[in-house]
């Protein structure tokens, strides 16, 4: 894969060059955040910007006292529940899906993936009166339970292209030795499948962390996440910039620790099914 | 014949789905023929009225061109980017490389749109009233109209483009090796290795990119509220923040309801056409 | 592998489950600005309940729950709230420039003239300023009670008028019109090019429609909106009365949107009051009005000593028509028609807008406003203020007209409407005419869809 280096070195010039650019474009608005949480109001919104400065954690204390840490719980429970709930109802679906043929798998699995396309604001509303119905409002399984919306289909869809593309033997050779297709499931697709599974996780987990409009709707005091947090935080009597700054470092800490690990479960998983 | 174990399996999927989908859709349908005016006490069936009324005003229209122009530059920056990215990584840069470039994957686009207007903000931004005006350049990137369109699509490129790269990277690890080798026997250089190799092994991740893109897109709300609210004006004000606006602020729960028929009308077309494109006519890039 | 995911799965939704509830009566409120708002009450943070609150509660066997949050979130979740009958919230935050005329017409707030009378140890109707009880009530009956609330006012650099030889703050909005001219152009000529003349706010949506509405009432000399200056549905059905926003609308909005180009900061088309406020306090602004309370709350946030040392109040221009600049707004709130427990929520209402509040209001805060006369005219803000101020401030009150924009059940869609096209004239995507004649078609529509004019 590797070309041969001679007529490439403009080409390699290029690429660091690129390279460069995009990592400069992506970690200097992080690294310019990170600086204001540490600045006194005045000096955060100085032109132009103060270079040498003393520290000041205040910001970091008033999130402290904010409530955040509650929501870092629920944000965390959220999107793990709907991990789990994604995973245990998609993966049957999807593995009962990839072994259908014809108009109807077709048309069931379009179904699925259209049912993504669903513009948000406008299934507030039902979905508001549904929950309220049931007296989840303001819970996390809720919010939860709405992200499927979201991250079911998606699931779905992943683990469904990944399926297909296992060879059909290893069902064949356990079904012979009169297994269940649930014990199929379990035993030989499932171990197979692992590290698309695995991705699955992260990449759902992830839609989940970040979702701001359900669960904005959904919650009022005891479910809120980290994003309908820090919304609400910003918005209040005074732009309170070096506060928002340290609100949004600290909303990043948790999922950046998980996404150091798990961004190479992303590539494996999907470079393994999902996008051959 | 009893019921095909298929069917279990698919049957909890289906229920979930009918819960949190089919109900608020149809709820939604039913909503969108409704006189339904929070401030009027009266609702009653309106037939399509709300529909005739949306389709028939301008601003209807000019959410859809802003959501037109929004999507088409963000999605054509992300593809450039992400693919530029993933072709980068499959030969060079580090793992750690890869975790930074990942990195705003994780961080809520809320958390991202209050980034980029501290730095671009006109007057204490530091690029907006720092580095611009050193170019000499005088333009206030959030308060001009078509200035504040770029500045909420660069928002969402750094916000979204880690996972365009994500999929690239992974498609690209895909294409076996000796395609390339075959390629290079026959005397070609990278660029026609890109074009003829590369690039048609890439329909199935294209697939998967544009629709991820084209959802994304259609329910992206608070990056754009938080950095401009839609404006200056409605120059940022795309198909969501429109409803939103039309739901909660003027109270007009029947339009909105319109409103959200007609985008659900607009994706699912658009991703039959995507979904012909690149799935129907090439069976072998869905992996089977 | 399987045990452990249902085990997994089932302690996850055990955690997910909702806190049960404990019987006492509860009252739960929504409202914004924690730490700010009744800072006495709940603290700093606005989640610790003080003494004042427990001894509230204790004395009356009531709960107090209070859920914050940012002004335009906790907006949504009282609209939500509301039109799904859910009855969350007991008491829910209203404010005077839309929610009040919109909720009380839609029939989701229990009238307060009735209940007015069985909390008078806590709030005492007679005490207040009329005005801003005037301003919460809608067909002759009262939907909410007054916490913080303003008049219209200036707040600008009493240094820079100085600088530029203009010795008392303009009595006209013509006159006013030539200082801030004549300040833009000395700080051109001295080469200041980080401080904007005038500061105001232009985001789309209703941030900009109660300052502008201030406009048009000064231009029109009256509440220029439909034909006649109808305000109530009942005036606008007997005058058959259409929409004038291409009438005699248009002075004022002009107005509005031509300072705001010419004077103002160069985002101003994106601003809401934070940013006028956060302009103000970081010295980057001569001229803040009308609603001057938030030329207040930049000065308690400032770290500019110029800003602090400063900075003058004056009375709001007079326009064309003699009557000032107007911007008057009530952050109040009523009781939800869907409360289970009205009485108690009443009860708490009163206590956390009567006086005993309101005076902690003004002892952690300190704005030179008052709904209670007593407390604008006590040792605190006395302390805190120069007499001729107060003294202004409390004209502003008597020169005040409540209902200087109509009070239709349609009003939080029109101030929607409203903001909207000066924010696209202001950032020019649209001429002042185009706006208004796209403003008047949408307004024309909308009276007629809900039937005024059958």
Not at chain 1, 199 to 223: G, K, Q
Not at chain 2, 215 to 238: C, Y
Not at chain 3, 207 to 234: C, K, N, Q, R
């Amino acid at each position: 894969m590797r070309p041969p280096g001679r007529q490439n070195t403009a080409l390699s010039v290029l690429r660091i060059g690129f390279l460069g650019a995009v990592l400069v474009f992506v970690i200097f608005p992080l690294v310019w955040l990170a600086i204001a949480s540490l600045k006194t109001r005045a000096a955060a919104l100085a032109v132009p910007p103060t270079v040498i400065f003393t520290p000041d954690f205040a910001a970091y204390e008033k999130i402290v006292a904010s409530g955040l840490l509650d929501a870092f719980l629920n944000s965390f429970t959220i999107a793990i529940t709907n991990v789990l709930l994604s995973l245990l109802i998609g993966v049957p679906a999807a593995y009962a899906l990839a072994r259908m043929r014809g108009a109807l798998q077709e048309n069931l699995s379009f179904w699925v993936l259209s049912i993504r396309l669903a513009p948000l604001f406008a299934v507030i509303l039902p979905l508001y009166v549904l929950f309220q119905q049931l007296g989840l409002l303001d819970t996390r399984l809720a919010v939860s339970l709405a992200h499927l919306t979201l991250t079911l289909p998606l699931s779905v869809w992943l683990l469904m292209t990944y399926f297909r593309a296992m060879p059909l033997d290893l069902d064949e050779a356990a079904m012979l030795d009169g297994a269940k297709p649930w014990q199929t499931l379990l035993m030989v697709i499932v171990p197979v499948a692992r590290p698309m599974i695995a991705s699955v996780a992260v990449i759902v987990f992830i839609f989940s962390w970040n979702e701001f409009l359900l669960a904005f709707f959904l919650t009022s005091r005891d479910a809120q996440t980290v994003p309908v947090v820090v919304a609400g935080l910003a918005g209040t009597m005074s732009f309170d910039w070096p506060l928002i700054a340290a609100i949004s470092i600290c909303s990043m800490i948790p999922a950046l620790i998980f996404v150091g690990f798990a961004q190479r479960h992303i590539v494996e998983g999907l470079a393994s099914g999902a996008v051959k | 014949m009893t019921l095909d174990w298929r069917f279990w399996f698919l049957i909890p999927m289906i229920m979930a789905l009918a819960t949190v989908i089919l109900f608020p859709t149809a709820y939604l349908f039913w909503m969108s023929t409704q006189h339904w005016l929070v401030t009027d006490p009266d609702r009653y069936f309106a037939g399509l009225d709300n529909f005739l009324r949306l389709l028939g005003g301008s601003d209807f229209w000019q959410a859809l061109r802003v959501t037109g122009a929004y999507l088409a530059l963000s999605t054509i920056l992300m593809l450039g980017l992400g693919m530029g990215l993933a072709l980068t990584f499959a030969r060079a840069g580090s793992g750690v490389m890869r975790a930074i470039v990942v990195m705003p994957l994780v961080i809520p686009p809320v958390v991202a749109g209050f980034t980029w207007r501290f730095l671009l903000n006109g007057e204490i931004g530091f690029i907006g009233a720092f580095l611009l005006p050193m170019t000499g350049l005088d333009v206030n990137l959030l308060a001009e109209p078509r200035a504040a369109l770029v500045s909420v699509v660069i928002a969402d490129v750094w916000s979204r483009t880690p996972f365009m790269f994500l999929i690239f990277l992974a498609a690209l690890q895909s294409i076996p090796r000796d395609y390339y080798e075959a390629a290079r026997m026959d005397g070609a250089n990278p660029f026609h290795e890109f074009f003829f190799v590369t690039l048609p092994m890439l329909r199935g991740a294209l697939f998967v990119a544009v629709l991820f893109r084209l959802v994304d897109a259609i329910n992206t709300f608070e990056l754009i509220f938080v950095m401009t609210r839609g404006g200056p004006g409605r120059a940022t004000q795309i198909l969501s923040i429109f409803g939103w606006r039309t739901a909660f602020q003027e109270l007009d729960f029947g339009q909105a309801a319109a409103l959200g028929v007609v985008m659900l009308a607009i994706c699912l077309t658009a991703a039959m056409l995507v979904f012909r494109q690149f799935v129907k006519g090439d069976p072998g890039t869905t992996g089977t | 592998m399987k045990t452990t995911a249902t085990l997994l799965t089932a302690s996850a939704i055990a955690l997910a489950l909702p806190v049960a509830a404990y019987a006492q009566t509860e009252v739960n409120i929504v409202a914004f600005a924690p730490g700010f708002a009744w800072a006495d009450m709940f603290g700093p943070s606005g989640t610790d309940k003080t003494d004042k609150l427990r001894a509230f509660e204790e004395a009356n066997d009531i709960v107090v729950n209070i859920e914050f949050a940012d002004e335009e979130t906790a907006r949504q979740k009282v609209l939500l709230d509301l039109v799904n009958k859910t009855g969350t919230y007991d008491l829910v935050m209203l404010g005077s420039d839309g929610a009040v005329q919109t909720f009380s017409y839609a029939g989701y707030l229990e009238p307060l003239d009735d209940l007015l009378p069985t909390a008078t140890q806590y709030f005492d109707a007679d005490a207040v300023y009329p005005q801003f009880l005037e301003a919460n009530r809608v067909n002759d009956q009262l939907w909410a009670l007054p916490y913080y609330s303003f008049g219209a006012g200036v707040i600008y650099r009493k240094d820079i008028f100085d600088r530029y030889g203009i010795a008392e703050f303009p009595a006209t909005t013509a006159e006013l019109e030539d200082a801030l001219a004549t300040i833009k152009a000395g700080l051109e000529a001295d080469g200041v090019d980080d401080m904007f003349t005038l500061t105001m706010r232009g985001a789309p949506g209703e941030e900009p429609s109660l300052d502008l509405s201030g406009f048009v009432y000064a231009y029109a000399g009256y509440p220029a909106w439909f034909e006649g200056g109808a305000t109530t549905p009942e005036a606008i059905r007997e005058a058959d009365a259409k929409p004038i926003f291409t009438g005699d609308f248009r002075e004022g909005f002009e107005t509005f949107v031509n300072w705001s180009r010419e004077y103002g900061p160069d985002g101003i088309a994106t601003h809401t009051w934070v940013d006028m406020m956060n302009l103000y306090g970081a010295g980057q602004a001569v001229v803040l009005m009308p609603s001057a309370i938030n030329g207040f709350a930049a000065l308690g946030g400032t770290e500019d000593e110029n800003v602090a040392q400063h900075t003058a109040f004056a009375p709001s221009p007079a326009g064309p028509s003699g009557e000032p600049v107007q911007s008057f707004w009530t952050f109040s709130i009523g009781v939800s028609a869907y409360s289970d427990n009205k009485e108690e929520a009443f009860k708490t209402l009163a206590f956390l807008t009567g006086e005993q509040a309101m005076q902690g209001f003004a002892e952690s805060i300190g704005w030179p406003y008052s709904t209670f006369p007593s407390i604008t005219r006590g040792e605190v803000l006395t302390a805190k203020w120069p007499a001729e101020m107060l003294d202004q401030i409390e004209a502003s009150y008597d020169q005040a007209n409540p209902q200087y924009f109509p009070y239709i059940p349609e009003l939080n869609a029109f101030m929607e409407r409203i903001g909207t096209a000066a924010s696209e004239a202001i950032a020019g995507s649209k001429t002042v005419d185009e706006a208004l004649e796209e403003l008047q078609a949408w307004a024309e529509d909308r009276m007629e869809r809900a039937g005024y004019y059958e």
